[in-house]
């Protein structure tokens, strides 16, 4: 489990922009059992939990006192930097089940694109609902099932861990192989026509030359 060490503070305190100065990012941590909290979180800290945990991985925070399990629940982006501005931290409690976004990871080759086939990926995370700590970090993906033009995985196909519990709509279609669309053909230009136009030109040009 991966752990980040956070700091408590009130609104007396450092506002966001002087915090985002200082190297770290205002966040706020609550749950069904946890009182809202706001903390300041060291930035560079947290871009390597990200990078490692994802968001749906459970972290663990540390500094407001008893180690506090939590989920990153939503970042709010700078939209200029892309860089996090702001951080929301769920709280959780063993034993109870959460819902999360889980990213796909697609793994395998399809028969039907090593023909030539398009593969087009509709969802690239779904919905479960499990226990959070037995979260996966990520779902896999077979396309070696994927073996004709038409041929599909929905998200009933998909292989859960033990625990897991699916919430997006089974029949949801996760991917699919279809044929690639044939490019129009160009209209080819009638030469003859041409021949003929030009041909009656020269001739208006004659008749006018021998009046």
Known sequence: MLTLEVQKRDSAGANATELRRAGSIPAVVYG????????????????????????????????????????????????????????????????????????????????????????VKVLHEIEIKADPMNLPHTIEVDLGTLAALGDQIRASDLALPKGVELKTEPEEVVVLVQAVAEEKAEVAADVSSIEVEKKGKEEAVEETSAA
């Not at 560079?44 to 968001?55: C, I, M, N, Q, T």
């Not at 506090?68 to 996090?84: A, G, V, Y």
């Not at 039907?112 to 398009?118: F, L, R, T």
């Open 32 to 119: 069904a059992h946890h009182e809202a909290t706001s903390i300041a979180v060291p930035a560079a800290a947290f871009d390597k939990v990200l990078r490692e945990a994802g968001e749906a991985t459970v972290v663990s925070l540390t500094g407001l006192g008893a180690t506090l399990p939590t989920l990153i629940h939503e970042i709010d982006l700078d939209p200029l930097t892309s860089r996090p501005r702001h951080i929301d931290f769920y709280a959780v409690t063993k034993g109870e089940k959460v819902e999360v976004a889980i990213p796909l990871e697609f793994v395998g080759t399809s028969a039907a694109v090593e023909a030539g086939a398009n593969l």
